[in-house]
C-alpha cells in the first residue's frame, strides 16, 4: 500500500533449488523491506543444516548445545522414529534468541519456503526477541550461548570428578522441578560468561558458609536462638530450585553450581513460554507482510507467492472444536489474526472499534504494532486486543466444566454479552500461573528434625497430579532430610498429600 | 547484518552421547526386550537393526501437573450450535473440558517406548558377557590353510619376480663402487694432461704416456656393466598359516510327531542365538539345517522349522548325516565345527547306545562344540542318560534341559558364559 510499485522490477528466481547467491539476494531484499517496516534486530547468522541435524537441534530442545543427560536422548530417539515412520514432520527451522540470533534453515526447503523461514524467523522472531519486554528483562541473548558452553563444560567437569551416575540423580531431580525453578516476580539480573566463571567460585565457598550458617547446631547466644525460632523462610518461595541452591543443607557446592545451571536454562525459557501467542502471531504477520510486499514490487513471481499462500495458509489454519484435528487454539493462527486485526483497527476503525479501543482506533498502524509487541505478553495482549469481531470470525464460544455439575455448560458465546467474559477466559487460559501447579516452600523445621513442608495451592480446585511419591523423591534427594507436601483444605485444616520417605500408617484426613 | 553459515558438512551425531546415556540407564529393560525379540528374528539375519519396545513408563521424566477435575472454563473456536445457558453431557472416558493434548494423535499407544537399536548394540547386549568355548584351541589347530605374503627379497627366482627398482639401485650402487677410484684417478690425469698442454713445451713422450693411461682408465670403466645377474633381485614370498575364519553350524532337530511347534520355536530360538553368536566371531559361517525322525534330511530353513513329519525317532540318523556332510564338504582342518541339537528327548531305546558312541568316537572328535538342548517337562529317556555319559569323556560337549520359552536365553548364557578359569 505504502510502498511504491517498481515497475518492471526482474523477479528473483523462484527456484524450486535454493543456492547460497540466491538466499543472499532474498535476504537482502527482506532485510529492506523488514527495515522499512522499522523491524529491529539482533545480527542474524542463517545456518543450513540437514533433517539429521535438525533432529539434534531437537533433542537438546532448541539450543546449539547442551550439557549431556540420557533424557536428550530419549528425545532424540523419540523424534528420531516419529520422524522416520512418518508420524511428524520436521520444523522448517529452529530459531535461538541469542545476539547474533542463530536461525537453522533445512536444506531440504525450497527457495520459497526458505524465504519463507528468513522472513518469519530471522526478522519476526528476531525483532521479537529483541524488543519484547519480557525477553528483555529476563534474558539475556548476548550470554546465552557462552553460558550454554560454561555449563557444559562444568557439567563435564563434574561428571570425571563425581561419575556420570552421580551428576545424572542431580540432574534428575532438578529436571523434575524445573518447571517450579523460574521467578515469576523477581528480575534477573544479567550476567555475563567471563563473571560467571569469577563468581562460581567465590559463590560456592559463600554458599557453602551461608548454608552452614543456617544449620549451626553450636550453642549461640540467647538472642541469636530467638532469631531461629522465628519462621523460615519468613515468606512462602515460589522458585523452588532458587531455594533448594541457596538453603540446601547437605548439597555439596558443585551440586548446588547445577541446580543454578538447570534453573538458569529453565527461567532462560520462561518468556517463550509466556509469549507464544504473541512471537508467533508477530513472525506470521511479518512473514506475510514482507513476502506480500516483496510480490507488490514485482521481485517474486506468481509461482513463489502461489507456494507461499500455501504454506501460509496451512501454518494459521484454525480447526473447529468438532474438527478431527483439532487440539486447541493454534497460536499461530489466534497471534497472526490478532496482529492483522491491530492494523485493520488503525487503519480503518468501524464504530465498534472506535468504541472498544479509543486509543488504537485510527492511530498510526505501525507505532501501534510495535507498542503492541514490544509491552505485553500472550496474557495481556489477549485481554487488551482480542477485538469483538475477531471472537465472531473465530466463532468463539465458552464451556464451562465445573466439577459438582452433572452437565458441561456453553456460558458465553460471541455475541455482546459474551464478548468480555470469553475475552477475559481467553487469557487466563494463557496465564502460565493458572495453567502450572503453584507449589511453594512454606516452612523448615529449623530447630527441628529439619524437614521441609511444601504447600499446594490450587486453582479453581483442580488437585494436584503426577506421581507424587516419586516427585517428593526427588525434592527429598535435593533437601536431605524429610519432605512433605500438603494442601490446605476448605475448613482451614492441612491434609498431607505426600511424605518422603514414605511413612506407614499416615493419618489422612478426608 | 546476516550472514550464511552452511553447517552440512559438520558432524550429525551430536547426540550420540546422549542416545548412548539413554541406552546405558535403560540398559537392563532393554537387554529384556533384546532376549524378547530373538524368537522374531530369521536365524542368518545379521543385517537389520532390531527394533526395541521397553515400558515407556519406566522412562518417563516426572513433574508435577494439575490433575483432573476441579472448576475449568475452556475458549473453543467454530461455535455452529450453541447459545449460552446450553447444556451437554459430559464426554466419556476422561474428556475434561481442558485436557489438552491428552489424546495422542500418532495413533499409537504411548504404553510402550520404541526404537531401534543397530545390530551392533544389539548383539552386544545380547552377548553381553558371553565368549566361545574352546576357542584358542581352534586357532592353534588351525595351521592348515595358508595364504601368501611379501616377505622382502632374494638374489634367486624366476623372472616374472624380478623387482625392478630393487635390482637398478643395486646395479646403480655397484657401479659407483666399482668405478669410483678409477673414475678419480682418470680427473687427475686429466687435469695433468691439461698442464702438461698449457705449458710452452709439451714432453711428447710424457703427454703420450699420460694418454695411454687415459684411455686405459676410460676403458676399464666402460667394461664395468650397467646391470649384472649379481645385481638382480626377485620378490620372495612367503606361505603363512592362516587360521580359518570359517565355521559351520550344524542344526539337528527331531520333527518326529512328538516335536509340536512350540517346541519347534523354542529350538528356533535357540539356534538363532547360536548363529548370531558364532557370526561375531568368524567371517564366514554357514549353516546346515537336518531334520530328521528316523530319517535325516538336509533341509533349508523354512523347510527346517515349519514342515510337519511324523513317525517315529531314530537320532542316530541324523548324526550319521552330519558326519557325511562333514568328511564331504566341512573337512575339519578347514572348518571350525559347531553343532546344536535339539530334541524332545524321544529316541528308540536301542538307538541311543549308537548316538552317544557315534559322537564319542567322531563327531566330538572335530567338532568345536556340540550342545545338546532337550525341550521337555517329562523326565528324562535313555538319549539324556547316555548323553551324560560324554559330558564326562568331553569337555566339547554340553547338554541342559530347558523347560520353557524364558529358560532359552540364561541357559544359553550358561553354556557360553565367560570361563574365568581355563
Known amino acids: ?510 | 547484518m546476516a550472514h550464511f553459515i552452511d553447517r552440512r558438512l559438520n558432524g550429525k551425531n551430536k547426540s550420540a552421547v546422549n542416545r548412548q546415556r539413554f541406552l546405558r540407564r535403560y540398559k537392563s529393560q532393554i537387554k529384556k526386550a533384546v532376549a524378547e525379540s530373538i524368537s522374531k528374528r530369521s536365524v542368518t539375519d545379521t543385517e537389520s537393526s532390531e527394533n526395541i519396545s521397553i515400558p515407556s513408563r519406566d522412562i518417563k521424566e516426572p513433574i508435577f501437573h494439575q490433575g483432573k477435575g476441579g472448576n475449568r472454563d475452556r475458549i473453543l473456536p467454530g461455535n455452529d450450535q450453541f447459545i449460552p445457558g446450553d447444556k451437554i453431557k459430559r464426554p466419556e472416558g476422561g474428556g475434561q473440558g481442558s485436557g489438552d493434548g491428552d489424546a495422542s494423535d500418532s495413533g499409537e499407544g504411548q504404553d510402550e517406548f520404541s526404537f531401534s537399536i543397530s545390530m551392533e548394540e544389539y548383539l552386544n547386549l545380547l552377548f553381553d558377557d558371553l565368549e566361545l568355548p574352546n576357542l584358542q584351541k581352534t586357532e592353534q589347530k588351525q595351521e592348515v590353510e595358508f595364504e601368501t605374503v611379501r616377505s622382502g627379497y632374494k638374489s634367486e627366482g624366476i623372472p616374472s619376480s624380478i623387482d625392478i627398482v630393487r635390482s637398478l639401485r643395486g646395479a646403480q650402487g655397484r657401479r659407483i663402487a666399482l668405478t669410483a677410484s678409477k673414475k678419480k684417478k682418470l680427473k687427475e690425469l686429466q687435469k695433468q694432461l691439461a698442464e702438461l698442454m698449457l705449458s710452452a713445451t709439451p714432453d711428447p713422450r710424457i703427454k703420450a704416456q699420460l694418454e695411454e693411461q687415459i684411455e686405459d682408465l676410460e676403458r676399464r670403466i666402460k667394461k664395468v656393466p650397467f646391470i649384472d645377474t649379481f645385481d638382480l633381485r626377485y620378490r620372495n614370498f612367503e606361505k603363512r598359516p592362516k587360521p580359518s575364519s570359517k565355521a559351520v553350524m550344524f542344526c539337528l532337530m527331531d520333527v518326529s510327531g512328538s516335536m509340536d511347534q512350540s517346541t519347534k520355536d523354542i529350538a528356533k530360538r535357540f539356534y538363532i542365538l547360536l548363529y548370531q553368536f558364532l557370526s561375531r566371531s568368524y567371517k564366514n559361517t554357514e549353516v546346515v539345517f537336518i531334520r530328521h525322525h528316523t530319517q535325516a534330511k538336509e533341509v533349508d530353513e523354512q523347510e527346517f522349522f515349519y514342515s510337519q513329519e511324523t513317525g517315529g525317532t531314530i537320532v542316530s540318523s541324523a548324526l550319521y548325516l552330519m558326519d557325511e556332510i562333514v568328511q564331504q564338504r566341512y573337512p575339519a582342518n578347514q572348518w571350525n565345527i559347531y553343532a546344536a541339537q535339539a530334541s524332545d528327548g524321544d529316541n528308540w531305546a536301542d538307538d541311543s547306545p549308537k548316538c552317544s558312541k557315534l559322537l564319542n568316537d567322531k563327531i566330538l572328535n572335530y567338532s568345536r562344540y556340540f550342545s545338546y538342548i532337550e525341550i521337555t517337562n517329562r523326565s528324562h529317556q535313555t538319549l539324556w542318560q547316555e548323553y551324560q555319559g560324554l559330558t564326562e569323556r568331553h569337555d566339547n560337549f554340553a547338554m541342559q534341559n530347558i523347560k520353557q520359552a524364558s529358560d532359552i536365553y540364561p541357559i544359553f548364557r550358561e553354556f557360553f558364559k565367560k570361563q574365568t578359569s581355563s
Not at chain 1, 537438546?60 to 528425545?75: A, C, D, I, Q, R
Not at chain 1, 563435564?156 to 542431580?170: F, M, N, P
Not at chain 1, 510480490?295 to 478431527?324: C, K, M, W
Open chain 1, 1 to 510: 500500500m505504502t510502498a511504491k510499485k517498481k515497475q518492471k522490477a526482474q523477479p528473483l528466481s523462484d527456484g524450486p533449488e535454493w543456492t547460497f547467491e540466491l538466499l543472499e539476494a532474498y535476504q537482502n531484499e527482506i532485510k529492506r523491506v523488514a527495515e522499512y517496516y522499522r523491524l529491529d534486530t539482533y545480527p542474524n547468522q542463517i545456518e543450513i543444516i540437514t533433517s539429521e541435524q535438525m533432529l539434534d537441534a531437537y533433542s537438546s530442545v532448541g539450543m546449539p548445545l547442551n550439557y549431556n543427560h540420557w533424557s536428550f536422548g530419549k528425545k532424540f530417539i523419540e523424534s528420531e522414529q516419529n520422524y522416520k515412520r512418518g508420524f511428524m514432520g520436521l520444523a522448517y527451522e529452529i530459531v535461538i534468541n541469542s545476539d547474533p540470533c542463530i536461525s537453522y534453515l533445512m536444506e531440504e526447503n525450497t527457495i520459497t519456503m526458505q524465504a519463507l523461514v528468513i522472513a518469519h524467523a530471522c526478522y519476526g522472531h528476531n525483532s521479537f526477541f529483541k524488543n519484547n519486554y519480557l525477553f528483555k528483562t529476563w534474558t539475556d541473548a548476548g550470554s546465552i550461548i557462552d553460558y550454554l558452553l560454561f555449563a557444559r563444560n562444568y557439567i563435564e567437569q563434574c561428571e570425571q570428578k563425581y561419575g556420570v551416575e552421580e551428576v545424572e540423580e542431580i540432574l534428575d531431580s532438578c529436571h523434575a522441578l524445573m518447571n517450579l525453578g523460574v521467578d515469576r516476580y523477581k528480575r534477573p539480573q544479567k550476567i555475563s560468561m567471563f563473571e560467571e566463571q569469577k563468581r562460581q567460585t567465590e559463590r560456592a565457598e559463600y554458599l557453602q558458609s551461608q548454608v552452614n550458617q543456617l544449620w549451626r547446631t553450636i550453642p549461640q547466644k540467647a538472642a541469636e536462638t530467638k532469631i531461629k525460632s522465628s519462621k523460615f523462610p519468613t515468606e512462602p518461595q515460589e522458585n523452588l530450585l532458587y531455594f533448594f541452591e541457596k538453603n540446601a543443607p547437605l548439597l555439596a557446592p558443585w551440586q548446588r553450581e547445577i541446580v543454578r545451571i538447570v534453573r538458569k536454562v529453565s527461567q532462560y525459557f520462561y518468556p517463550q513460554k509466556q509469549t507464544q501467542v504473541m512471537n508467533e502471531g508477530w513472525a506470521s504477520y511479518w512473514h506475510y507482510t514482507i513476502l506480500n510486499h516483496l510480490f507488490d514490487e514485482g521481485l517474486v513471481t506468481e509461482r513463489f507467492i502461489l507456494e507461499f499462500l500455501h504454506s501460509h495458509t496451512a501454518v494459521v489454519y484454525q480447526p473447529e472444536y468438532n474438527h478431527p484435528g483439532f487440539s486447541g487454539i493454534n497460536p499461530y493462527a489466534i497471534g497472526f489474526a490478532m496482529f492483522k486485526d491491530i492494523r485493520r483497527i488503525c487503519e480503518a476503525p468501524d464504530e465498534e472499534d472506535k468504541l472498544w479501543f479509543p486509543d488504537i482506533a485510527g492511530s498510526n498502524w505501525l507505532d501501534t504494532m510495535h507498542y503492541a509487541m514490544e509491552n505485553f505478553k500472550d496474557e495481556s495482549f489477549i485481554a487488551q486486543f482480542l477485538s469483538p469481531r475477531l471472537m465472531r470470525e473465530f466463532k468463539l464460544f465458552n464451556l464451562q466444566d465445573y466439577e459438582d455439575n452433572k452437565m458441561l455448560e456453553v456460558t458465553a458465546i460471541h455475541n455482546e454479552q459474551g464478548y468480555r467474559n470469553i475475552r477475559q477466559k481467553l487469557a487466563s487460559q494463557y496465564n502460565l500461573s493458572f495453567l502450572e501447579p503453584n507449589i511453594q516452600v512454606i516452612n523448615v523445621d529449623v530447630n527441628g528434625d529439619r524437614s521441609l513442608t511444601l504447600e499446594y495451592t490450587p486453582h479453581n480446585h483442580i488437585p494436584l497430579s503426577g506421581n507424587l511419591d516419586e516427585m517428593m523423591r526427588h525434592v527429598y534427594r535435593l533437601w536431605g532430610f524429610d519432605v512433605k507436601l500438603v494442601q490446605q483444605q476448605i475448613g482451614g485444616k492441612y491434609i498431607e498429600l505426600a511424605h518422603c520417605p514414605v511413612v506407614e500408617n499416615t493419618i489422612k484426613d478426608n
